[in-house]
């Protein structure tokens, strides 16, 4: 349990003070914020590092996780199922970009971000048009992968996204609990 706990910790989930013991650490928007942003920035990273190391398993295996976040996207009952499967396809990408620091980096930011995204979900933000929007991308990102086409209008379309859930996040959060 110990162990566990401090795994918690370093991925800055909670706080550990004695004698008070353990605590989850506050969801404040300026922590969210960073986390995005950070997010944001190693997200470009794979998606530029991707095509120099994919192979058409890796091409394969994108498919079948777009696949698997399509088949939830318009069910607003499956909306936990979707959030998975969409930070799982980042998360593939990321393992498959040739550069490790950054998949355990992004690794730890989704453990981190997805009580602000669960944040997001109760106040209703994540409608079935912007999942739409979200497969869309990664759609197209897929198709520029397997063209071997220029993914920068991707890089940028990410950064719009990511910019997007930031807003919508923050007023979610100035809300306050649901």
């Known amino acids: 349990m110990r162990d566990a706990l401090k795994i918690l910790e370093q991925a800055g989930l909670v706080s550990i003070a004695q004698p008070q013991g353990t605590v989850a650490t506050p969801l404040t928007e300026q922590d969210m914020r960073e986390i995005f942003v950070l997010r944001s920035g190693l997200s470009e990273i794979a998606l530029r590092g991707f095509p120099d190391h994919a192979t058409p398993e890796n091409l394969a295996h994108f498919r079948r996780h777009l696949q698997a976040a399509e088949s939830v996207a318009e069910d607003d009952q499956q909306i936990l199922f979707w959030t998975e499967a969409n930070d799982r396809l980042m998360l593939f990408i990321a393992h498959h970009c040739g550069n490790s620091r950054v998949a355990k980096q992004l690794t730890t930011l989704s453990l981190q971000s997805i009580r602000y995204v669960r944040r997001a979900l109760a106040a209703g933000l994540n409608?079935?048009?912007?999942?739409?929007?979200?497969?869309?991308?990664?759609?197209?990102?897929?198709?520029?992968?397997?063209?071997?086409?220029?993914?920068?209008?991707?890089?940028?379309?990410?950064?719009?996204?990511?910019?997007?859930?930031?807003?919508?996040t923050g007023a979610a959060l100035q809300q306050g609990p649901r």
Not at 127 to 136: L, S
Not at 139 to 163: C, M, Q, T
């Open 127 to 168: 409608t079935a048009t912007r999942r739409r929007e979200v497969v869309a991308f990664y759609r197209g990102l897929l198709a520029a992968y397997e063209k071997r086409s220029d993914v920068e209008p991707f890089v940028e379309r990410l950064r719009r996204l990511i910019n997007e859930r930031i807003q919508s």
